[in-house]
């Protein structure tokens, strides 16, 4: 059976640090873009992170671009998601997804999703 779980959602302080995973079981994820998305309420879904399969490039949305960090580690069939630096306004429920080979910022093309983790930054 082919799916994605996501970890390590929480309740954080603003300013502190988050390491959501992303674990893939039925399907090899390095032949994956896989991507983090996130949903505030009341808001549409927006990409944040992906890391190609193709050539491992990196993409952040500009909200995360110094503060967060998409890794993989092939072994365990994982993908990371390190998020520092916490914001108020990176409270969502965030989601791991996966198409094949090359990152796009483009959800119908997405074949599997993670039931997702809520994150939460607050004081």
């Known amino acids: 059976q082919v799916q994605l779980a996501e970890s390590g959602g929480g309740l954080v302080q603003p300013g502190g640090s988050l390491r959501l995973s992303c674990a893939a079981d039925g399907f090899t994820s390095y032949l994956y873009g896989i991507a983090w998305f996130r949903q505030a309420p009341g808001k549409e879904r927006e990409g944040v992170s992906c890391i190609s399969s193709r050539d491992g490039s990196l993409y952040y949305v500009d909200s995360v671009k110094g503060r967060f960090t998409i890794s993989r580690d092939n072994a365990k069939n994982t993908v990371y998601l390190q998020m520092n630096s916490l914001k108020p306004e990176d409270t969502a429920v965030y989601y791991c997804?996966?198409?094949?080979?090359?990152?796009?910022?483009?959800?119908?093309?997405?074949?599997?999703w993670g039931q997702g983790t809520q994150v939460t930054v607050s004081s």
């Open positions: 997804a996966a198409r094949p080979v090359a990152c796009r910022n483009y959800l119908p093309e997405y074949i599997h």
